[in-house]
């Protein structure tokens, strides 16, 4: 049985005064990345099946997705065009007519996000500086290379640096590769999204990166 030792991240001052509910939930498992087992593509295909023309159309009414489009708008940012990652899944089921296996954690974070419309992410838990939380970007930081933050963009940092966008993008600093064993997954919650969704998001994504090989 998975035991997770969940943990709730840091908020800056400012960004906490604003956003209040605004919450980075945690946890460290051991984890991978390798070749999806035939299961695991099974059930994306399962769930590709059940990601309809009609479902997708108005998924965006859901209470959850509905909850980050409106937290988006809040920080400046459309999401008519910079889609959250559960309508971003959606679009590539409508895209290319089904939701295509990468890896077990690729694979495992669709299965999360699709599932429950919360935005959860995967950091290298070895290369973090300290405990992960949420504060505004500052002047002069970067995220990857060539990729230049922009001051007071919204963020998931560590002690020292930024180590991804609030629903985007994952640092190169802190992001999963093929040496990676331990991974710390993330799950972001706005006003609107009950914690246990959230921590549903994590445990989910937990049992799919058990799965055996």
């Known amino acids: ?74 920080v400046g940012v459309d999401p008519d065009s910079d889609r959250t990652p559960v309508e971003a899944i959606a679009v590539e089921r409508l895209r290319y007519g089904g939701l295509r296996s990468r890896n077990l954690v690729d694979d495992a974070l669709t299965i999360a996000v699709a599932e429950t419309g919360v935005p959860v992410f995967v950091l290298d838990a070895d290369r973090l500086e300290g405990e992960p939380g949420l504060r ?20 998931v940092a560590d002690e020292r640096k930024p180590v991804a966008l609030i629903m985007g993008e994952v640092s190169d600093r802190a992001g999963v590769t093929e040496d990676t064993r331990r991974v710390l997954m993330c799950a972001l919650r706005v006003k609107g999204v009950p914690q246990i969704v959230a921590e549903e998001a994590l445990w989910l994504l937990a049992e799919t990166l058990s799965e055996p090989e």
Do not use: N
């Open 1 to 74: 049985m998975i035991e997770l030792a969940l943990a709730e991240g840091w908020v800056e001052a400012e960004l906490a005064d604003e956003f209040p509910e605004l919450k980075l939930t945690y946890a460290p498992i051991a984890a991978h990345p390798r070749a999806s087992p035939p299961e695991l593509r099974e059930r994306l295909r399962a769930l590709a099946d059940r990601y309809t023309g009609a479902k997708v159309v108005h998924m965006r009414r859901d209470s959850v997705p509905w909850a980050y489009r409106v937290f988006s708008r809040q």
């Open 136 to 155: 505004q970007a500052r002047s002069g930081e970067w995220l990857s290379d060539g990729l230049a933050l922009a001051a007071r963009q919204l963020v």
